[in-house]
């Protein structure tokens, strides 16, 4: 869902390098491309964010490139970092914190997928949806 009349928005090549930057920089991003959206899906898609810049920061050495489109029905993020691992899915242990990143971004995304970039790291795109307040 975007707004009528208007190009979807884009918001390319910025780099955050915390969780609480991407959320900031996404919340300004959904007001001005989603005026109307759901609290609930602009929820989603701030823990979304968070979740892939921090692996990002924590797993990959950091963000190299974050990428915010508003597409038909919803938001696409994408964040590319260094590393050529694929994310990986954890035995949750309930006594150990953390570990809950990859499942909440699948949980939360329509859609996520991995592009790996041999000898220049990946990018993960997660497509999450947008409702109308």
Same mark, same amino acid.
């Given at each position: 869902?975007?707004?009528?009349?208007?190009?979807?928005?884009?918001?390319?090549?910025?780099?955050?390098?915390?969780?609480?930057?991407?959320?900031?920089?996404?919340?300004?991003?959904?007001?001005?491309?989603?005026?109307?959206?759901?609290?609930?899906?602009? %929820?989603? &898609?701030?823990? @979304? #964010?968070?979740?892939? =810049? $921090?692996? !990002?920061?924590?797993?990959?050495?950091?963000?190299?490139?974050?990428?915010? %489109?508003? &597409?038909?029905? @919803? #938001?696409?993020?994408? =964040? $590319?970092? !260094?590393?050529?691992?694929?994310?990986?899915?954890?035995?949750?242990?309930?006594?150990?914190?953390?570990?809950?990143?990859?499942?909440? =971004?699948?949980?939360?995304?329509?859609?996520?997928?991995?592009?790996?970039?041999?000898?220049?790291?990946?990018?993960?795109?997660?497509?999450?949806?947008?409702?109308?307040?």
């Amino acid at each position: 869902m975007h707004r009528e009349g208007r190009p979807p928005e884009r918001l390319t090549n910025r780099s955050p390098q915390s969780g609480d930057r991407a959320r900031e920089i996404t919340r300004g991003f959904l007001r001005a491309a989603e005026p109307n959206a759901s609290k609930a899906d602009v %929820d989603a &898609v701030l823990l @979304g #964010v968070s979740e892939l =810049v $921090s692996n !990002a920061v924590r797993h990959a050495g950091g963000v190299t490139d974050f990428r915010l %489109d508003s &597409v038909e029905g @919803g #938001v696409l993020v994408e =964040v $590319s970092d !260094a590393s050529v691992r694929r994310p990986r899915t954890v035995q949750i242990n309930p006594s150990v914190p953390g570990g809950f990143g990859w499942l909440l =971004v699948r949980e939360l995304a329509t859609d996520v997928t991995v592009t790996l970039h041999p000898g220049e790291g990946k990018t993960i795109r997660a497509s999450f949806p947008i409702r109308a307040a």
